[in-house]
């Protein structure tokens, strides 16, 4: 009885010990590498934020409107901007590093996997950013463009064209992606379909009295010698 | 025809008619005032008139009257807007004088207006470019006026000839090149200058991009100009201010601050990038303190806004075309307040506030220095200009005080 206590004991304790021989040089091997990594990212970074400490980035982060569209405030800057795409950029690299000192199939197919989509998950990446640049150039001229004419709801106006164009950003990303395109192609003409069907039911319906109310009022406006006075005296 | 003294050029896309009684007003100005002088009238919007010029491609009105003029090397050029009602056979000698006879390059005009009229030029770009090259040009952005063949080469030379300037800018480019570059400047009192259209289709938020816009980019090519002058004066005026009756112009202000409030709820976003947050907060909260008839806003804050909108226009914190359609409420916010506060006013007390309004943007000049360099303001010291009582007849340069 104790002597099979002790052997199930043992071979525990073997499987453990095989297991901790097998898998902890390797997790090991792995710490040490994101450890270096990150002293690596972290030195990178502030070399990389020296090096564009100048203002000209910034300008050109300003002029082509990156700058507010990754910080609404307008405050970013390009240095530090940079210096974040270096970091995460060499921690993943060193996180892939890491995984692959495991050097298990499961582990190897990730890495692999993950190697093979990196240019891929870059062009999306890009795809959606460049969307997030355009949905935020035309909202906010939109938006302008509303307020000064009057339009009801500006905002939503605004808000409107910005989740279209995002949504045509994130359609094309799938697409070149190949991730579920078809389910995001049916939906956005299923979306553009709706709102289409849906905005010429309303003016059928219920929304050309409105209208007709609302380019009235704006026809009699013009025509308001007070009105035109303001407009042609300027 | 190789050569002529004088060249008049009929500016603004106007129908047949329009053009056809501005071309016999100056042919009558050109017979009577200067007959002994050769003289072509050039009219760019339909091929020209008497003279056989190429049109350039998409150039403006102005440059094809100036390469005209240029080409005929005249000595003197006046440009006359054929959309404005008021044009008299006397504006041709009152712009071509100045610079045949006293040896002026730029003959700015001077019109006689209702208290409410010209309110962008009263409000933004006569001050601001009086505050920023220390000329009191008023206004600064007529379609009329008078130029040597010195400042019209200059003006050739130039290559933003495509840019905003040449629709609506045209008057405050050339006048901001002229004080800029140390032209010689003048005026001419041409009487009352009502427009018979401000443009086809141009709306409110056009019009301010081009006009504002032409202003802030200026004030980037004429940075060191305008940093080290400070204060103000006058400069010489031609013929006698006339005292006419005008048509009266009513507005609806009403209306104008209803834009302001929808526009600070759906603005608010912009104006925070566009504007320093504390002048950002006052402007948000003006939409809700007063009632209409008690509606205010401010000189000081006034021209903060506007000094804020420079700065951004040169920083591009926004898209400029945003930035510029951003600031249309909020000059009507400012053209109403100025309205209800002058409603009981003659036209002397309006000009009095005008003149005030003025005073704060030379003031304030400091925390535009700051803004645009990005410098913390330091006490302003007073400058020999600013302390000086404004003399009509001097026009002698702005002191640059470096």
Redesign the interface.
């Known amino acids: 009885m104790l002597w099979t206590l002790r052997k199930i004991i043992e071979g525990a304790i073997d499987r453990l010990t095989e297991q901790l021989m097998t898998y902890l040089p390797p997790l090991l091997a792995a710490v040490v590498i994101l450890a270096g990594a990150w002293i690596t990212a972290l030195l990178v970074r502030w070399i990389f934020q020296r090096i564009f400490k100048g203002i000209e980035l910034d ?1 050109w982060l ?2 082509t ?1 990156i700058s ?1 569209m990754i910080d ?3 405050r970013l800057k390009g240095a530090r901007l940079v210096g974040q795409i270096v970091y995460w950029s060499i921690l993943a690299v060193g996180f892939l590093t890491a995984l692959n000192a495991f050097n298990t199939q499961l582990t190897s197919r990730m890495v692999e996997r993950a190697v093979l989509l990196l240019p891929k998950a870059a062009g999306a990446v890009v795809i959606v950013l460049a969307g997030m640049w355009l949905a935020q ?1 035309l909202g ?2 939109a ?8 339009i009801p709801s ?2 939503r106006v605004a808000a409107g064209i910005r989740c279209l164009i995002m949504f045509a950003a994130v359609v094309v990303a799938s697409d070149y992606l190949q991730f579920a395109e078809h389910v995001f192609l049916a939906a956005f003409i299923l979306v553009v379909g709706a709102g289409a069907l849906a905005g010429g039911l309303a003016l059928g319906f219920c929304a050309r009295d409105a209208l007709t109310r609302y380019l009235a009022g704006q026809q009699s ?1 013009a025509g ?4 035109r ?6 | 025809m190789s050569r002529a003294d004088i060249v008049v050029g009929i500016a603004g896309f106007q129908d047949a008619a329009a053009i056809s009684r501005a071309v016999c007003v100056v042919d009558a100005g050109l017979a009577k005032y200067f007959p002994q002088y050769t003289a072509v009238i050039v009219n760019p919007a339909a091929g020209t008139h008497l003279l056989a010029v190429s049109h350039p491609p998409s150039g403006s009105a102005i440059r094809v009257i100036f390469q005209a003029a240029g080409r005929l090397r005249a000595r003197a050029c006046a440009v006359v807007d054929a959309g404005l009602g008021s044009l008299t056979p006397e504006w041709v000698d009152l712009l071509v004088r100045p610079v045949l006879h006293a040896g002026f390059d730029f003959v700015a005009p001077h019109y006689h207006r209702h208290k409410f009229d010209g309110a962008i030029t009263n409000s933004i770009v006569y001050p601001l470019t009086r505050a920023l090259y220390g000329y009191r040009v008023r206004p600064p952005t007529g379609g009329d006026f008078g130029i040597s063949n010195h400042l019209l080469a200059r003006c050739l030379e130039r290559n933003d000839w495509e840019s905003g300037a040449a629709r609506y800018g045209s008057g405050v480019w050339i006048t901001t090149i002229a004080v800029s570059e140390g032209f010689r400047i003048c005026q001419s009192c041409l009487g009352a200058g009502w427009h018979a259209a401000i443009g086809s289709g141009a709306g409110l938020a056009a019009v301010l991009k081009h006009l504002a816009g032409t202003v802030f980019s200026l004030m980037e090519e004429y940075e060191p100009v305008w940093r080290r002058r400070n204060g103000s004066r006058d400069v010489d005026l031609f013929g006698r201010p006339l005292d006419l009756s005008i048509d009266p112009i009513e507005a609806g202000v009403e209306g104008m601050l209803r834009l302001f409030r929808n526009a600070c709820t759906g603005l608010r976003e912009i104006w925070a990038l566009a504007m320093q947050p504390g002048v950002c907060r006052e402007v948000l909260a003006l939409a809700s303190r007063a009632s209409p008839e008690h509606f205010r806003l401010s000189d000081e804050l006034w021209v903060r806004i506007i000094y804020d909108f420079a700065c951004a226009h040169k920083n591009r914190s926004l898209d400029r075309g945003h930035l510029l359609g951003s600031l249309a409420p909020l000059y009507l916010a400012r053209a109403a307040s100025f309205m209800l506060e002058t409603e009981t006013l003659y036209s002397a007390g309006v000009e009095e506030r005008i003149e005030r309004l003025c005073r704060v943007y030379e003031e304030l000049k400091p925390y535009l220095v700051a803004n645009w360099t990005g410098t913390p303001i330091r006490p302003a010291v007073p400058s020999p200009v600013a302390a000086r009582a404004p003399t009509s007849g001097d026009v002698s340069h702005a002191v640059d005080t470096a």
Do not use: C, F, K
């Open positions: 300008r300003r002029r409107g507010t609404p405030t307008g150039y906010r001229g938006l302008v463009w509303a307020v000064n004419e009057e500006p905002r406006r308001q010698g007070a009105e006075s303001l407009w042609t005296h300027l």
